[in-house]
Structures are given as structure tokens and as C-alpha cells.
């Protein structure tokens, strides 16, 4: 018995050792990828209730990885034929740094100033459920805690499914994001997070996942709350993943600034 408690002793290290390996691995192209970033997309914000009715605004997104810092600066538009919703149009600039300080400044018309939105309003979205305003940013691949889970296939895809946990220091309203990571390219395919408290699931499908210029996108994503009704999508019509962008495309003044695109 002790000779068998001796040798688990001496292979717990290297199990630890070999899923922290294998973790870190894992999270080299999605962090990459963020640390990469200088993009411009252009598409559209669908909202599809149960019944197959469509609310379609356009939206603008921008994103750029400075020296410990990704921001992104998102512009949602109104629905161009009855423009009544009540959640658009908006401009918000998100800023992520590795290590929990992430932050959002949300801006509507008429306001003077952007307004820095507390976290307990993270969960809300520019057309109501589906993707938040945290959404946007996708953090978690710098959170705290990281496990390898396992391989699994999604659909024809070879994936390995990430699980990751934030932190105390981690701003979010997630307890945790399971990542279905395409093995060959790293990018993924399916992803689902868990929200604090409540324990909800959101679900986020990737489709047409294709590459630009050396950088893998999707042109849809279908977000949807497990055991709901309705999904919202976000289409990329257009874009440019080498957008030269610099710190004059992210001033917080210019959220302030609505126009018709």
C-alpha cells in the first residue's frame, strides 16, 4: 500500500505538469489571435424571435491590440425601417487587459459623454438576449484558470473543448466558458458559458469559418440561451483584418458621435 501511495505521490507532479502543458498549448493561437488583432467588420445584428419574425440593425466593429491592452470599439445602429427598438442605436468602447481590468464605456445618442457601464449590466445586449455587451470582448481566454477537458468532435470538426474559470481579480458575468477549439487552426466552433447565479447557459455556434490574410474569422455567429426561444446572429459582410488602426480609432469622446452609416 505504501509502495502504491509512493508512486501516485511521484505521478501526481507530472500529471499536473503534462495538463498545464497541454493547456498552454491550447491557448497559444486564441491568444495570439487576440494579441494580433487589428481588424475592421462591417454586417449585421439579427435578432430572430420564435415565431421567425427578424429585427436587423447594422453594426460596425473595430478592434485593435495595443501593448497590454485589446480594444474594440462596437457601433450598433437603429432598425432602419421602424427604428423603434429600444436597445439601439449604441457605441461602446471595450478594453481588455490580461489580468481582470477589463472595462466598458457605453454612449447613446443625445448623451454628452460615454458613461462607464458597471458589470452588473454586462449581461444586457444591444437587442436584448443574446450577445451581451461582454460578448464582444471574450476574455476568458486570459482567465485565471484553464483545463484541458478532453478531445471531442464537433460536427465534422476535431476539436479540444477549453474550460475556462475566472478569477477574483476577473471582471465578468460568467462563472465559466467551455470552448470547443478547432484543433488544426485553434479557433472555435462552439462555444458555451455558464452565467453567475442564475447558472443559464448562452450557447454561441460559429459558421463559415474561413482565413484572411494569415487570420481566421466566421462570417456568422448564432448565440442562444439553452432552453429558449428565439437566437440572435451577428453577419459579417465585410472586412479587413489588417486595418492599421491606432489610438485615435478608440477615443472614448467620439462614442458620442452618431451618424448613419
Not at 61 to 84: C, I, M, S, Y
Amino acid at each position: 500500500m505504501r509502495l502504491a501511495w509512493a508512486i501516485l505521490a511521484a505521478s501526481l507532479p507530472l500529471a499536473i505538469a503534462a495538463q498545464a502543458r497541454d493547456a498552454a498549448s491550447v491557448l497559444a493561437a486564441p491568444r495570439e489571435r487576440v494579441q494580433t488583432a487589428d481588424f475592421r467588420a462591417t454586417g449585421r445584428l439579427v435578432r430572430v424571435e420564435a415565431d421567425g419574425s427578424r429585427v436587423s440593425v447594422p453594426i460596425h466593429l473595430k478592434a485593435h491590440w495595443f501593448p497590454g491592452v485589446l480594444r474594440v470599439v462596437v457601433e450598433v445602429g437603429a432598425d432602419a425601417q421602424t427604428k423603434t427598438s429600444a436597445h439601439v442605436p449604441v457605441h461602446f468602447l471595450l478594453e481588455m487587459r490580461p489580468g481582470g481590468s477589463s472595462s466598458i464605456r457605453i454612449a447613446h445618442p443625445g448623451d454628452t459623454a460615454a458613461a462607464v457601464l458597471p458589470v452588473e449590466k454586462w449581461s444586457d445586449g444591444p437587442l436584448g438576449d443574446g450577445f451581451s455587451y461582454e460578448d464582444f470582448l471574450e476574455p476568458q481566454f486570459f482567465w485565471a484558470s484553464q483545463t484541458v477537458l478532453e478531445e471531442a468532435k464537433y460536427g465534422a470538426r476535431d476539436c479540444e473543448v477549453l474550460k475556462s474559470v475566472p478569477g477574483a481579480a476577473d471582471r465578468t458575468h460568467y462563472a465559466e466558458v467551455k470552448t470547443w477549439l478547432d484543433k488544426g487552426i485553434g479557433f472555435p466552433v462552439y462555444v458555451e458559458k455558464t452565467r453567475k447565479g442564475s447558472g443559464a447557459v448562452e450557447q454561441f455556434t460559429y459558421f463559415g469559418l474561413r482565413q484572411t490574410g494569415g487570420v481566421w474569422s466566421a462570417s456568422q455567429v448564432e448565440a442562444k440561451m439553452r432552453g429558449g426561444t428565439g437566437s440572435m446572429l451577428l453577419i459579417v459582410e465585410r472586412g479587413s483584418a489588417q486595418a492599421n488602426l491606432g489610438l485615435k480609432d478608440f477615443r472614448p469622446e467620439d462614442l458620442t458621435r452618431f451618424q448613419d452609416h
